[in-house]
């Protein structure tokens, strides 16, 4: 474990006190989850931004191409 000094304004940090007791968690644990959230995001947008670069548009023509004309989706 890494301990860590931050400085937030009083606004977030009587929030985050406020919406951490609502969760039943410590503050600690919900300032954790909020910034393990935020890492997933970021490092899932990096992700699919570097999958997205390596596409082309003919490969992605050519597999629409073997799809039936036929093909249809059901409306929900």
Same mark, same amino acid.
């Given at each position: 474990?890494?301990? =860590?000094?931050? #400085? =937030?304004?009083?606004s977030?940090? #009587?929030? %985050? /006190?406020r919406? @951490?007791?609502?969760? $039943? &968690? %410590?503050?600690? +644990?919900?300032v954790?989850?909020?910034?393990? !959230? ?6 899932? #947008?990096? /992700?699919? +931004? !570097?999958r @997205?670069?390596? $596409?082309?548009?003919? %490969? /992605?023509?050519?597999?629409? %191409?073997?799809?039936?004309? +036929? @093909?249809? &989706? !059901?409306?929900?």
């Amino acid at each position: 474990m890494t301990n =860590i000094e931050i #400085q =937030i304004p009083d606004s977030i940090s #009587q929030s %985050s /006190y406020r919406l @951490a007791a609502l969760d $039943g &968690v %410590s503050f600690n +644990q919900f300032v954790s989850t909020a910034l393990a !959230e935020k890492t997933a995001v970021l490092m899932s #947008q990096t /992700y699919l +931004q !570097e999958r @997205a670069s390596r $596409g082309d548009r003919a %490969s /992605y023509d050519a597999v629409l %191409s073997r799809v039936s004309k +036929q @093909a249809t &989706v !059901e409306p929900i």
